[in-house]
Nanobody, 124 residues
């Protein structure tokens, strides 16, 4: 089992930045891919960014060049640096993990484990 705990959410004005962090624990060796997802009010959850064990990354078009996903060397933390934030970025952000053998590590990949989320609110 893998446990994920997000932190770093908050309220900022449009154009600002936030760094989200995900603390990873449990059977970390089973994890191949980590991702961040968001769910805007009244909308379905969507993938934002993903990173694999080899530090290859994948991003949704809507966040390309604004968001950066990174991981700690021991795979115990995965961060999402968000810049040039827009009101439409508002939502609950979730950290997720995929085990080895789960397919390609894409921003919209199916994940095996999920955190409980952290709320991001962007005001105009």
């Amino acid at each position: 089992q893998v446990q994920l705990v997000e932190s770093g959410g908050g309220s900022v004005q449009a154009g600002g930045s936030l760094r989200l962090s995900c603390a990873v624990s449990g059977t970390i060796g089973s994890v191949y891919c980590m991702g961040w997802f968001r769910q805007a009010p009244g909308k379905e959850r969507e993938g934002v960014a993903a990173i694999d064990r080899f530090s290859s990354t994948s991003y949704a078009d809507s966040v390309l060049d604004r968001f950066t996903i990174s991981r700690g060397s021991a795979w115990r933390t995965v961060d999402l640096l968000m810049t040039s934030l827009k009101p439409e970025d508002t939502g609950m952000f979730y950290c997720a993990a995929m085990q080895w053998g789960g397919g390609a590590c894409r921003y919209d990949a199916a994940m095996d484990y999920w955190g409980k989320g952290t709320l991001v609110t962007i005001s105009s």
